[in-house]
Structure formats: structure tokens, C-alpha cells
């Protein structure tokens, strides 16, 4: 069976940096694209980043473009996102996904079938 388990969540001030690790187990993962999301207090579930199979391709949501970078190490079977300039309105719990659909460029959760227990980022002003 699947499992997603995230890692190096934290509160950190605004304008720092954290990098928030995935690690994969009973998959294939280089056959999977891997994702991750957020969901803030009150909020639904959104989209922040995918990263294709071979790790060539990676897809962000606006609100993160140029902050965030989300990578692979294929051989450690663990997807990363290094988020950079946080703001306080980055505090979420943050979800690693997996799946094997390729195009994920729409990030759409519907497509990701493993998902992890999230982990906590807060970001204070």
C-alpha cells in the first residue's frame, strides 16, 4: 500500500525559508507524479505545485511562482518543496499527493489517489 509521509514543517517568520519533504513507500515512484497542496484554517484544499515522473516538468499555482520550487530524487523515492519569501498567508497544513496520471499540470485533486497526513507550516508577520 501506498504511503506519503511529509516532514519539515515549522513556524517560521515571514520572509524566511523551509524545505518540506515527502518520503514515498509501496509505489513505484518513479512512475508517479507527485504534488503537493495546502489547506489553510476555514479553507478548502489548494493546489501549490506538481512535478512530472522524471521530474523534467514542474506545475505552480500562481500565488507561489517564483517563491516556492518543488523537486524529486527518484532514487530516495522523496519529492521536496522549498518555500522561500514565506508569507503569513502561506500558514497552512501542507499535503504531499501522488498519482499516476501524467498531466497534472491542472492540479486538480481528483486526479491524486495517495495522499499524506500533512504537515504544519505557520508563518509569523
Known amino acids: 500500500q501506498v504511503q506519503l509521509v511529509e516532514s519539515g514543517g515549522g513556524l517560521v517568520q515571514a520572509g524566511g525559508s523551509l524545505r518540506l519533504s515527502c518520503a514515498a513507500s509501496?509505489?513505484?515512484?518513479?512512475?508517479?507524479?507527485m504534488a503537493w497542496f495546502r489547506q489553510a484554517p476555514g479553507k478548502e484544499r489548494r493546489f501549490v505545485a506538481a512535478?512530472?515522473?522524471?521530474?523534467?516538468?514542474?506545475y505552480y499555482a500562481d500565488s507561489v511562482k517564483g517563491r516556492f520550487t518543488i523537486s524529486r530524487d527518484n532514487a530516495k523515492n522523496t519529492v521536496y518543496l522549498q518555500m522561500n519569501s514565506l508569507k503569513p498567508e502561506d500558514t497552512a497544513v501542507y499535503y504531499c499527493?501522488?498519482?499516476?496520471?501524467?498531466?497534472?499540470?491542472?492540479?486538480?485533486?481528483?486526479?491524486?489517489?495517495?495522499w499524506g497526513q500533512g504537515t504544519q507550516v505557520t508563518v509569523s508577520s
Open positions: 499527493a501522488a498519482t499516476r496520471v501524467a498531466a497534472v499540470g491542472l492540479g486538480r485533486e481528483r486526479d491524486f489517489d495517495s
Open positions: 509501496g509505489l513505484t515512484f518513479s512512475r508517479y507524479s
Open positions: 512535478i512530472s515522473w522524471s521530474g523534467g516538468i514542474a
